[in-house]
């Protein structure tokens, strides 16, 4: 069998993590790093200043790390930088390690750049690095070199030939940010075998000798291509200022029209929060808040005060929408803003405030269905169904499509009453209790935690707390009548699903409540959330996670992973509270009652995709994981009938895309109008599943089903590893992701016996820790 190279796989990335850092949500995904870097010093300076106002201005979605490289900035000179990035990271470097490479003047900036440049290539935390050199501006979109993948990437040289290329732009991947490579720059540097043109361009080109991937001009269109007073090519991405003269030292002769282009960049920083702002299409969060903040702190501009807030919730830093709305004027008539000012208010629990504001907003019709949605939301948090319902259909009667407030509505119609019985024997049960037509694995759920405890999962026997409603007194009141409470199972631990300013996690429960709760708390089972890039504010957090294990009998989470991570928010007397208890989807054979596996199988394997936050999951990836899965599905449907299975509505996109961009068609099952019982059947019927949702994963392996997983979070790495299956994950982001998910599935289908009985083998260890949990559960509980 041949073997593909996993460089990027999660078993390699695994194998790469030490223990000290299994944590990183980027070793564990393989979600790519990206930065620009520079070499800046004082003379050129106000060049670098100009390139990062042009990439703000011409690439306004795009924001990664900027890699400064130094020897002697000032720190005033460092502040107008970090002006114009909210990403610079500095590094200071030396030139000693160079000395032996001097083919000329040490003082002279060329050399001195081109032996700092070279020190790009010692990067080792970044996965690809393109270098910009101070005298270019940028003038179209660079989404292709974000996309490149393999290789080093240049313009060759216009006027020496297509084997040498200019250094001014390289597009270097991580097998050339490496020391092998490095070895070899030192051995031609020290050598001195390579022409003096410019000196990292020369030693690249000899040790490249011609081996790299050639970009279009247009990516280094160098000045010297426009002699004669020539205009830009329209479709220049890049305009590099070569040769000694620089435009920041004034016009050159037979340059009018190129020296206008880098002019275009030459503004103040107010100028510049200005035309960043009046931009139209997408913005990048981080570049709008770094522009959008001072720019209404100057004007008091209530459109672009609105866009920021926007910003800051779209990023869950909620406090920081409410204060930038609360910095400037609202007139009465202006819908949107009361309308933004009210969903931030009501994120941070400030539910009265919000109230005012929503209601202003539903004045204006194109704000009305959206403002109403948020009033039905912040009634049924507060327990008021028959509001939210009124809400709900004012919403529609607006707008008769508008989703969130159907949601709503359907929400509060016809819930049905919960089965009483005796309070004594009770356990109240903490949950996100899912929608009709909503995420198939959040549905499964609650029941999945019930049957841990025992067949009965009615309210015979639970008492239901749905985790978004405010944990208020009468709810205090309804818990301590029980025996006990259970808190689970899932992904509770995630800072914008319902955000709260009560805890900053999913279960809406002040302090004071929490910490009235007179019954013994079991924590089962839940999972700290958080994607890659996604953060939580983190005092608020803390404060109540703390509080939470305190007042916990028992305190299991549903994977290592997120033990370190909680761990590692808590003081040292509370670690040994925090225990392992994984999933109960996991171990579905075991806890429902009745079960027996498939007689025989459907020949199919089932994909699933998850687009929620895919900025976090893809980040420039997309396109390139899209094409992967085309060729995936082509391969497997060799193996097998290839379906799609959708646990939420956006999850059919994927069939969507691969049809519309590849020609590729696959069935649809819309697992979201399942049943629990419809769920656990399919899912035990078929032959694999690879599934990127957590319990895409979860679910089949609990049903004694094979399982690959797309690794786009965290916690399908934390699963895979407490399984002691890493193998059997792939990144989202792997080079080689469509060859290797097929050659998994051929191996784990060759003989599926086998592997349904290592399925089962696994299965039985996470049983085990449930069973020892049990019995512990049995005694805090009573029985």
């Not at 050339?176 to 490579?181: A, C, I, N, Q, T």
């Not at 020369?202 to 002699?227: E, T």
């Not at 301590?480 to 999913?506: C, E, H, Y």
Request: a negative charge.
């Amino acid at each position: 069998m041949t073997t593909i190279p996993t460089s990027g796989s999660v078993a390699a990335a695994a194998a790469r993590t030490s223990a000290s850092d299994t944590g990183s949500a980027r070793a564990l995904t393989g979600k790519r790093r990206i930065a620009f870097a520079s070499f800046v010093d004082e003379n050129y300076l106000p060049g670098f200043l100009a390139l990062l106002r042009s990439l703000a201005l011409s690439n306004p979605d795009v924001c990664e790390d900027f890699i400064v490289l130094h020897d002697d900035l000032r720190p005033s000179s460092i502040a107008r930088i970090r002006a114009l990035h909210p990403r610079i990271v500095l590094r200071r470097v030396d030139a000693d390690h160079y000395d032996s490479y001097v083919k000329g003047d040490q003082d002279n900036y060329l050399v001195r750049k081109a032996y700092f440049i070279l020190d790009i290539f010692r990067i080792r935390d970044y996965d690809t690095v393109i270098t910009l050199d101070t005298d270019m501006v940028v003038l179209g979109s660079l989404k292709e070199l974000l996309s490149l993948r393999e290789g080093l990437a240049a313009v060759p040289q216009f006027f020496y030939g297509q084997h040498k290329l200019n250094s001014g732009l390289l597009v270097i991947q991580k097998e050339y940010l490496s020391d092998e490579f490095c070895a070899k720059i030192d051995k031609v540097g020290r050598a001195g075998t390579y022409e003096l043109d410019k000196h990292d361009q020369g030693i690249l080109n000899a040790v490249l000798d011609g081996d790299f991937v050639r970009l279009d001009p247009k990516y280094n269109f160098v000045k010297r291509r426009l002699s004669g007073n020539l205009p830009v090519p329209e479709d220049t991405a890049i305009l590099h200022f070569t040769g000694r003269h620089k435009p920041w030292l004034g016009s050159e002769v037979g340059y009018d029209l190129a020296q206008e282009r880098w002019l275009e960049f030459d503004m103040s920083d107010a100028e510049l929060h200005a035309a960043y702002v009046a931009l139209n299409g997408s913005l990048h969060h981080d570049l709008l808040v770094h522009f959008g903040v001072p720019h209404v702190e100057r004007t008091g501009d209530l459109d672009i005060a609105r866009r920021v807030a926007l910003a800051h919730i779209g990023a869950g830093d909620y406090q920081a929408a409410v204060d930038i709305m609360e910095g400037v004027h609202l007139p009465v008539d202006e819908a949107w803003p009361h309308e933004v000012y009210g969903h931030a208010l009501m994120s941070v629990s400030r539910y009265e405030e919000a109230r005012t504001q929503l209601l202003l907003a539903t004045a204006a019709p194109n704000r009305a269905a959206t403002a109403f949605s948020r009033l039905a939301q912040i009634a049924w948090v507060h327990g008021g169904d028959a509001a939210a319902r009124r809400y709900a259909l004012s919403g529609l009667s607006v707008d008769p499509t508008h989703r969130a407030s159907r949601i709503w509505n359907q929400r509060t119609t016809g819930v049905p009453a919960q089965q009483q019985g005796s309070p004594e024997d009770q356990l109240a049960h903490v949950a996100f209790y899912m929608d009709r037509q909503g995420n198939a694995g959040d549905k499964l759920l609650p029941e999945s935690v019930r049957l841990a405890f025992g067949p009965d999962t009615t309210g015979r026997r639970w008492h239901s707390v749905h985790a978004h409603r405010l944990f208020d007194e009468p709810a205090l009141e309804r818990v301590n009548a029980r025996k006990g409470l259970v808190i689970g199972g899932g992904g509770l631990f995630i800072p914008d699903t319902m955000p709260n300013g009560n805890s900053a996690w999913q279960w809406n429960v002040p302090d004071e409540l929490l910490n009235r709760i007179d019954v013994p708390i079991a924590v089962f089972a839940v999972g700290f959330n958080a994607f890659d890039g996604q953060s939580y504010r983190a005092e608020r957090f803390r404060t109540s996670l703390r509080l939470l294990v305190e007042r916990s009998a028992f305190f299991g989470l549903r994977n290592h992973g997120s033990i370190e991570k909680v761990r590692s928010m808590l003081p040292a007397h509370l670690h040994d509270k925090v225990r392992f208890q994984p999933c109960p989807t996991t171990v579905a054979r075991q806890t429902v009652a009745g079960w027996q596996d498939p007689a025989g199988r459907d020949d199919t394997i089932l994909i699933n995709a998850a687009y929620d936050r895919a900025g976090l999951r893809f980040g420039h990836d997309y396109a390139y994981f899209l094409a992967q899965m085309a060729k995936a599905v082509k391969g497997l449907g060799e193996l097998a009938e290839v379906q799609c299975v959708a646990h939420s509505l956006d999850d059919e996109k994927i069939a969507f895309d691969l049809r519309r961009e590849h020609g590729i068609s696959m069935p649809v099952i819309p697992m979201y109008n399942f049943e629990n019982d419809e769920i656990r059947a399919l899912y035990a019927r078929t032959k694999l599943v690879i599934g990127m949702r957590g319990h895409a994963g979860m679910i089949p392996f609990g049903c004694g089903t094979p399982i690959i997983s797309l690794i786009s979070h965290p916690k399908m790495a934390y699963f895979l590893s407490d399984i002691e299956r890493p193998e059997w994950g792939v990144s989202v982001h792997d080079r080689n992701l469509g060859a290797l998910l097929v050659e998994r599935a051929r191996d784990l289908l060759a003989d599926h016996a086998a592997t349904v009985a290592d399925v089962h083998g696994r299965q039985q260890e996470l049983w085990k820790v449930t069973e020892a949990n049990a019995a512990d559960l049995r005694v805090i509980l009573g029985g």
